[in-house]
C-alpha cells in the first residue's frame, strides 16, 4: 500500500481516535514523500495546496506547532490567514460559533485550530464546509504530534510494531499522551506509562487494556525501545498533584543515573517545551540518544502530510 493509491477516508482530523491503521500508514508514508521535498537542497516547495486558504485559529501560546504548520503551508503554495484570538472579535463577547460562521462566509478550505475546550475542534466541524485540523485540545487529544512521534520512531527503528515505549510525567493533564496511546497501540507498540499515582489516571486502563502502568520509574526503564518525557503542566493545576517539584524530580526526571539503566540503543523523546532540571536534564535532553529537534524538523513533513490527505484524498502525485 502506498499513499498515492490510498483514498483517505476523513474530511477532518478532530484525533487519532477515529483513524485506522491504514489511515495512519498512509499518512506516515506520505510524509515521507514530503521529507524528501523539504531535503531539497534549493526549492523545497510543491504547488500541492496553491489556491486554497488555510486559517491557524490558535486561541492558545504555541510555538513549534503553530510555527511548523505555517512552514507546512508555505511549503504546500497554500494561502495563509493567522488569526489572533487576542485582538479579535471574541474578546468582545463573540461565541466560537459566530467566529466560525464569519470564518465561513471567507471560504477557507482548512482550518487548523488549538482550543483549550476538550471537543472544540468537532463543533466547529458541524457548522463549517472547511477541513478542521486539531492542534490541540485542552488536555484531550493533539493528533499532529502522536503522528510526528510516530514518524520519529518509525524512522529510526524502521517499525512502530512491537517497539517499547515509556510514557512517562504528567500523564493526567497531557493530550499528548492520549493521541499517543490511540496511535501506539493500534499500530502494535507496547506503552507502560509511568508517573505519581495521583498524575496517572487508573481508568486509562480501562480505555487501552493493553498499557501497563506503573510508578516505578526505575524498573521500567530497562525494558524500554524509547522514553517519551512529558512536560509537567502547572499551568493546568499539576501543583496540586505533587508534594514538590523535588519530590518529583527524585523520582521521575530522567537523568544521566537513569539513563545508565538504560538500554544502550535507547531514544528520548519530548514533545517540548522542555523545563529542564525538572523532569529532565540538559545532559540528556542534549545527549546523544535524544530525537527531540528530529521530532521538531519532523513535524514539517508530517503536518503537510496531514493538510494534503485532507485536500486531495486520492494522493495525487506531488511534483
Known amino acids: 500500500m502506498t499513499a498515492e493509491r490510498y483514498v483517505f477516508p476523513h474530511k477532518h482530523l478532530l484525533g487519532i481516535e477515529p483513524l485506522s491503521p491504514q489511515d495512519i500508514t498512509a499518512l506516515l508514508d506520505q510524509a515521507r514523500a514530503f521529507e524528501e521535498v523539504c531535503e531539497r537542497p534549493s526549492i523545497k516547495i510543491v504547488p500541492a495546496l496553491r489556491k486554497k486558504l488555510v486559517v491557524n485559529l490558535f486561541f492558545e501560546n504555541s510555538t513549534r506547532t503553530r510555527n511548523s504548520f505555517e512552514i507546512a503551508e508555505k511549503r504546500l503554495s497554500a494561502e495563509i490567514i493567522n488569526f489572533d484570538a487576542d485582538t479579535s472579535s471574541l474578546n468582545k463577547g463573540e461565541t466560537l460559533i459566530d467566529t466560525a460562521m464569519n470564518l465561513e462566509a471567507m471560504h477557507p478550505d482548512l482550518i487548523v485550530m488549538r482550543h483549550s475546550a476538550p471537543g472544540a475542534h468537532a463543533l466547529l466541524a458541524r457548522h463549517m464546509k472547511a477541513s478542521i485540523v486539531n492542534a490541540g485540545d485542552g488536555a484531550h487529544e493533539h493528533p499532529t ?10 524512522k529510526h527503528f524502521g517499525k512502530l510494531e512491537g517497539l517499547r515505549v515509556a510514557i512517562v510525567g504528567d500523564i493526567r493533564n497531557s493530550r ?3 493521541s499517543n496511546l490511540w496511535l501506539l497501540t493500534r ?3 507496547k506503552v507502560t506509562l509511568v508517573g505519581p499515582p495521583t498524575l496517572v489516571p487508573q481508568e486509562m486502563k480501562a480505555t487501552w487494556p493493553s498499557i501497563d502502568i506503573s510508578h516505578d520509574f526505575d524498573a521500567v526503564i530497562p525494558k524500554q525501545d524509547a522514553i517519551m518525557m512529558l512536560r509537567a ?3 493546568r493545576g499539576t ?3 505533587i508534594p514538590g517539584q523535588g519530590e518529583y524530580s527524585r523520582f521521575f526526571q530522567l ?3 537513569r539513563m545508565q539503566r538504560a538500554k544502550k540503543d535507547v531514544v528520548v523523546l519530548h514533545p517540548g517545551p522542555i523545563n529542564r532540571g525538572l523532569e529532565i536534564t540538559s545532559e540528556v535532553a542534549d545527549g546523544p540518544r535524544n530525537l527531540i529537534l528530529d521530532q521538531v524538523t519532523n513535524g514539517v513533513p508530517v503536518r503537510m502530510a496531514v ?3 485532507l485536500s486531495h484524498p486520492h494522493g495525487e502525485q506531488v511534483p
Open 145 to 154: 504530534q502522536a503522528l510526528l512521534d510516530a514518524y520519529t520512531l518509525r
Open 176 to 178: 499528548v499522551v492520549r
Open 187 to 189: 499500530m502494535g507498540a
Open 233 to 235: 503542566q502547572f499551568e
Open 239 to 241: 501543583g496540586a498533584y
Open 255 to 257: 537523568n544521566p543515573a
Open 307 to 309: 493538510l494534503y490527505l
